[in-house]
């Protein structure tokens, strides 16, 4: 899963699908969401043989000031040259989930 890879990701209830680009490292990694103008920083919080889970903080545009995004947690699991990500949050008590398949 090292390495650096993007795609979008698509928010359920919503129609228009975001752009992510994601550096996995082997203790955590960096986000980049482009169309929303956000960063972030990801802290690997466990593994297991297939996926890998992550708290995601972010350190640009942040919801909690103004911005587009919130902190969340993040899992990824790879198959083959692909990485399926699932993203899940809260904002002012509404569940956020979002998903996609990242290539490198």
Same mark, same amino acid.
């Given at each position: 899963?090292?390495?650096?890879?993007? $795609?979008? +990701?698509t928010? #359920? %209830?919503?129609?228009?699908? &975001?752009?992510?680009?994601?550096? /996995?490292?082997?203790? !955590?990694g960096?986000?980049?969401?482009?169309?929303?103008?956000?960063? $972030?920083? +990801?802290?690997? #919080? %466990?593994?297991?043989?297939? &996926?890998?889970?992550?708290?995601? /903080?972010?350190?640009? !545009?942040?919801?909690?000031?103004?911005?587009?995004?919130?902190?969340?947690?993040?899992?990824?699991?790879?198959?083959?040259?692909?990485?399926?990500?699932?993203?899940?949050?809260?904002?002012?008590?509404?569940?956020?989930?979002?998903?996609g398949?990242?290539?490198?």
């Amino acid at each position: 899963m090292i390495g650096k890879w993007r $795609g979008e +990701l698509t928010q #359920i %209830g919503s129609k228009t699908p &975001y752009k992510l680009q994601l550096a /996995v490292s082997p203790m !955590g990694g960096e986000t980049k969401y482009p169309d929303l103008n956000c960063a $972030g920083k +990801l802290i690997r #919080i %466990g593994a297991s043989k297939s &996926y890998a889970f992550f708290i995601e /903080v972010i350190t640009q !545009g942040a919801s909690s000031k103004g911005g587009n995004c919130p902190d969340g947690t993040i899992t990824v699991a790879r198959s083959g040259d692909k990485l399926a990500l699932s993203w899940f949050g809260t904002v002012d008590g509404n569940i956020i989930i979002a998903y996609g398949t990242l290539s490198k």
